[in-house]
T-cell receptor
Framework: GQQVMQIPQYQHVQEGEDFTTYCNSS?????IQWYKQRPGGHPVFLIQ?????EVKKQKRLTFQFGEAKKNSSLHITATQTTDVGTYFC???????????FGEGTQLTVNP | KAGVTQTPRYLIKTRGQQVTLSCSPI?????VSWYQQTPGQGLQFLFE???????NKGNFPGRFSGRQFSNSRSEMNVSTLELGDSALYLC????????????FGPGTRLTVL
């Protein structure tokens, strides 16, 4: 079945440093979504990418979808303490409607 | 517009018992998906319902079941509980399922003793 892998599992940064999490799928995806889950909270949708090579920005966050539509990345510039949480990627395969989540990257930011 | 609601928020059961969790989606949303989240794990997909029909099913044993009602509210049931079923159970709703944004509820924290 479809697998979505995400690295790193944990990332500790000093406030102001950059952060990147990577997502790789075993199959071609029709889309990739990113969610953020704050400690003790539930996942909240951040963005969806659907086109090969697509890049989208939300303030300090930059999302990329690979040319082959099998990988994606989320980059945060100059992290802030409000960025703390676990970032999940999730994708629909081209053959199904089920959304498969990666294991997530837990980000901690030291002030 | 009210968000996704889940009841109960916390539940403690013993091995062998069964449990029913409830999820009310956002008004107008017809797709409800259920996920199991354990510490250090991602979200493991349980099943998705759309218009009262199970559209997708994850790789969980038959002890896990669900249903959806005509008002789109959904329930999931776990029978013969095991210690490993302790987890946060999240439901998410979307307008039509598929490649659209999912809105998650706060989850039900199930502890099996």
């Amino acid at each position: 079945g479809q697998q979505v892998m995400q690295i790193p599992q944990y990332q500790h940064v000093q406030e102001g440093e950059d952060f990147t999490t990577y997502c790789n799928s075993s199959t071609t995806l029709s889309n990739i979504q990113w969610y953020k889950q704050r400690p003790g909270g539930h996942p909240v949708f951040l963005i969806q990418l659907v086109k090969s090579g697509e890049v989208k920005k939300q303030k300090r966050l930059t999302f990329q979808f690979g040319e082959a539509k099998k990988n994606s990345s989320l980059h945060i510039t100059a992290t802030q303490t409000t960025d703390v949480g676990t970032y999940f990627c999730a994708g629909h395969s081209t053959s199904g409607s089920r959304l498969t989540f990666g294991e997530g990257t837990q980000l901690t930011v030291n002030p | 517009k009210a968000g996704v609601t889940q009841t109960p928020r916390y539940l403690i059961k013993t091995r062998g018992q069964q449990v029913t969790l409830s999820c009310s989606p956002i008004s107008g949303h017809r797709s409800v998906s259920w996920y199991q989240q354990t510490p250090g794990q991602g979200l493991q997909f349980l099943f998705e319902y759309f218009s009262e029909t199970q559209r997708n099913k994850g790789n969980f044993p038959g002890r896990f079941s669900g249903r959806q009602f005509s008002n789109s509210r959904s329930e999931m049931n776990v029978s013969t509980l095991e210690l490993g079923d302790s987890a946060l159970y999240l439901c998410a709703s979307s307008r039509s399922g598929g490649p659209t944004e999912q809105f998650f509820g706060p989850g039900t924290r199930l502890t099996v003793l």
